[in-house]
């Protein structure tokens, strides 16, 4: 079945130091979203993307699209304690709804 | 947030038994899903719902059942617990290709 491949599985970075989460499948993508979940806590969307090569920024994130639709990534620039959690991307299953997850990357971040 | 509430939020059982886990949403939206989260293995896909009395099995389906009988509600039935089910189960729902919303979650432990 599809599946949606994130890497690296987790991260340790220095505050300040930038972070970088990468999401790939082997099909095309109508669309990909990424969630936050911090410890403990429940996954919290974070946003969409769904055109080619589409880049959105949220203040230190910055979340793009590949060209061809069957890769995305996520990066944060000069991380914080804040940023501790676990990001999803997720991506609709060909053909249907249900919402495929990737593994998920685990950030922590030392002061 | 959403509104969306899972019930029990925390549930001991003994191997063999049944459990039942519900879901309930108030946003009359038509997607709904029930996910388990596991160290290493992300959100993996249970079962969901794309309407009342209509549902399809995800990819960790074997050893459970679902029903929707109303919009708002979606239950997940362990019909036979196993200690292999032990996990956090999180409920979401979309409006179909749009943002998940998940529910606070529920921890099962099966003894």
């Known amino acids: 079945g599809q599946q949606v491949m994130q890497i690296p599985q987790y991260q340790h970075v220095q505050e300040g130091e930038d972070f970088t989460t990468y999401c790939n499948s082997s099909?095309?993508?109508?669309?990909i979203q990424w969630y936050k979940q911090r410890p403990g806590g429940h996954p919290v969307f974070l946003i969409q993307?769904?055109?080619?090569?589409e880049v959105k920024k949220q203040k230190r994130l910055t979340f793009q699209f590949g060209e061809a639709k069957k890769n995305s990534s996520l990066h944060i620039t000069a991380t914080q304690t804040t940023d501790v959690g676990t990001y999803f991307c997720?991506?609709?299953?060909?053909?249907?709804?249900?919402?495929?997850f990737g593994t998920g990357t685990r950030l922590q971040v030392f002061p | 947030d959403a509104g969306i509430t899972q019930s029990p939020r925390h549930k001991v059982t003994e191997t063999g038994t049944p459990v039942t886990l519900r879901c309930h949403q108030t946003?009359?939206?038509?997607?709904m899903y029930w996910y388990r989260q596991d160290p290493g293995h992300g959100l993996r896909l249970i079962h969901y719902?794309?309407?009342?009395?209509?549902?399809d099995k995800g990819e960790v389906s074997d050893g459970y059942s679902v029903s929707r009988s109303k919009t708002e509600d979606f239950l997940l039935t362990l019909e036979s617990a196993t200690s292999s089910q032990t996990s956090v189960y999180f409920c979401?729902?979309?409006?179909?290709?749009?943002?998940?919303?998940f529910g606070q979650g529920t921890r099962l432990t099966v003894v």
């Open positions: 979401a729902i979309t409006g179909g290709g749009t943002e998940a919303f």
């Open positions: 946003e009359n939206h038509r997607y």
């Open positions: 719902s794309y309407g009342v009395k209509d549902t």
């Open positions: 099909t095309t993508l109508s669309n």
């Open positions: 997720a991506a609709p299953q060909i053909g249907t709804d249900k919402l495929i």
């Open positions: 993307l769904v055109k080619s090569g």
